[in-house]
């Protein structure tokens, strides 16, 4: 079965850093795009960040560029974003995805595989 697990959110104070990992099963990452997306109550999802083993590329949204970290550990099949500077509008269920064959140059429009989500919730 294919499966993307997200784990690593929870409550933290604005400034504070978390770790988020997006771990898959039934398939390997490997040619694939991962992608990491956020949505938070009454707001649409919004793409954070993407990396591609099929070309390196990477992308962050301006909003978290510099504060956010996107990382793959092919032997663990397991993609991590690294939170970090976290803001109250940082907020919301962060969820990853796979796309295969993809690059992150252009974000995917459609994606192949998705996990469940994981709800990071920074306090002021």
């Known amino acids: 079965e294919v499966q993307l697990v997200e784990s690593g959110g929870g409550l933290v104070q604005a400034g504070g850093s978390l770790r988020l990992s997006c771990a898959a099963s039934?398939?390997?990452?490997?040619?694939?795009?991962i992608g990491w997306f956020r949505q938070a109550p009454g707001k649409e999802r919004e793409g954070v960040s993407c990396?591609?083993?099929?070309?390196?590329?990477?992308y962050y949204a301006g909003s978290v560029k510099g504060r956010f970290t996107i990382a793959i550990d092919n032997a663990k099949n397991t993609v991590y974003l690294h939170l970090n500077a976290l803001k109250p509008e940082d907020t919301a269920v962060y969820s990853c995805?796979?796309?295969?064959?993809?690059?992150?140059?252009?974000?995917?429009?459609?994606?192949?595989?998705w996990g469940q989500g994981t709800q990071v919730t920074v306090s002021s």
């Open positions: 990396i591609s083993n099929s070309d390196g590329s990477t």
């Open positions: 039934g398939f390997t990452f490997d040619d694939y795009a």
């Open positions: 995805a796979a796309a295969l064959g993809r690059s992150c140059r252009v974000v995917p429009a459609r994606w192949d595989y």
